[in-house]
């Protein structure tokens, strides 16, 4: 089968396997070139989101920087006859292809990281392997159901108090426009911090402490973003922001617990804007992330999840030094570069000019698209588009 992109506002419904191979391929050699020495670097790496993004690359970097053994775990779907997987099931195919041919355990759970089953299934399976020393929550997605109430939670990205307006960016029209966003209703505020805040991540992390599943020193990690001015009314101040708030307050509760139990610790990493499927459908992000990138190409001073997890890595969790380097709220500052001031500076005075006439001069849009289309394995440079692809057994 030849495999082309399907694009849907802002997800593409097709996914190409060799394309994701070739990403990872990508991610691999940049983890190789920032080893983490011994005797920092962690042994066994818990993901829970592991197949795209930042979890997909933490996972990269566990294993090809760290040598360390991965349970990964996801919610991707598998190919049929005459539709392709997923991508993020490629991705986690290609993953442990190359795991088996490094001779490093990769460890595969394929479920709903928020139920009870999923939680059993990789409680059972870490306990064939050994404890955790690093635990990744990298969870993104627009419901949850809540295994102690059987209720299901839909998320919303909107703002708390008043109605939003600002420029956003159609991104299949190529079309720079006005968007407006009515305020969220209490509701709404609670059904999003129950998927997007800190609950799941706290059930994980007090039922891997019960199953003596965390070695002494654990470090556990959830990651987040807080955003520049331009976004703070619609992400930072909205239903998503106050989820994060949430998220936040959970790491300070669940870093007491750790010290307590297994002399471990918990933070937020707060990480760079980058293309993501979830970010691609933020009003406002993909016309922020756009300008960004060019601001940011010219400084020398970009990063995609790779980078970024690479330097998490190497530079905070197991650097040289004891002390982890955090904020005065305790979090780690992934996104240091992203907002420096001369960056956003560069960002607040490029913004009121952008439209749709000057979106390619202004910004790196088409790098944007590029990368969109990347993380579904379309627009890989190395990658023959027009070779016939076994959906079943891609490589």
Not at 42 to 63: D, F, N, Q
Not at 252 to 268: M, P, W, Y
Request: net charge negative; glycine share 6%.
């Amino acid at each position: 089968m030849i495999i082309k992109p399907r694009i849907k506002g802002f997800v593409c419904i097709t996914s190409h396997p060799t394309g994701c191979l070739e990403n990872i391929r990508d991610q691999i050699n940049h983890a190789k070139e920032n080893l983490i020495s011994e005797p920092k670097k962690p042994k066994r790496v818990l993901v829970i989101g592991a197949s795209t993004g930042y979890g997909l690359s933490s996972r990269v970097s566990a294993a090809f920087s760290a040598g360390a053994e991965t349970l990964g775990v996801y919610f991707e779907r598998p190919p049929k006859e005459d539709k392709p997987a997923s991508a993020g099931f490629y991705n986690s195919m290609a993953f442990q292809k190359f795991s088996r041919e490094a001779g490093i355990c990769a460890v595969d759970v394929n479920g709903d990281a928020f139920s009870q089953e999923c939680k059993d299934e990789v409680i059972k399976k870490a306990k064939e392997m050994g404890q955790f020393d690093l635990v990744i929550y990298s969870l993104a997605s627009p419901r949850r159901t809540d295994p102690t109430d059987g209720q299901t939670y839909r998320a919303c990205l909107k703002p708390i108090g008043s109605v939003y307006k600002n420029k956003t960016l159609d991104t299949d029209k190529k079309e720079v426009k006005e968007v407006v966003i009515n305020p969220a209703s209490e509701a709404e505020i609670e059904s999003t911090e129950k998927v997007m805040g800190g609950d799941d991540w706290t059930l994980w992390t007090k039922r891997l402490l019960e199953e003596d599943l965390l070695a002494q020193g654990c470090i556990n990690i959830a990651y987040s973003y807080i955003g520049p001015q331009v976004t703070q009314p619609i992400y930072r101040n909205g239903t998503i922001g106050r989820a994060k708030e949430h998220l936040e307050n959970c790491a300070h509760d669940l870093n007491v617990l750790l010290e307590s139990k297994v002399s471990g610790r918990s933070f937020v990493s707060v990480n760079k804007a980058v293309v993501t499927q979830a970010s691609s459908a933020i009003p406002v992000v993909p016309l922020y992330v756009s300008i960004l990138f060019k601001i940011m190409r010219q400084a020398g001073s970009h990063e995609g999840c790779i980078e970024q997890t690479a330097r998490l890595f190497s530079d905070f969790l197991f650097s040289d030094t004891d002390q982890i380097k955090v904020d005065a709220s305790g979090r780690i500052r992934l996104d240091d570069l992203e907002m420096k001031d001369d960056i956003q500076q560069e960002i607040i005075k490029l913004w009121p000019q952008v439209d749709s006439s000057n979106l390619n001069n202004l910004t790196a849009f088409e790098e944007y698209q590029t990368e969109f289309l990347k993380l579904f394995g379309f627009a890989h440079p190395r990658v023959n588009y027009l070779e016939d692809i076994d959906l079943q057994n891609p490589f």
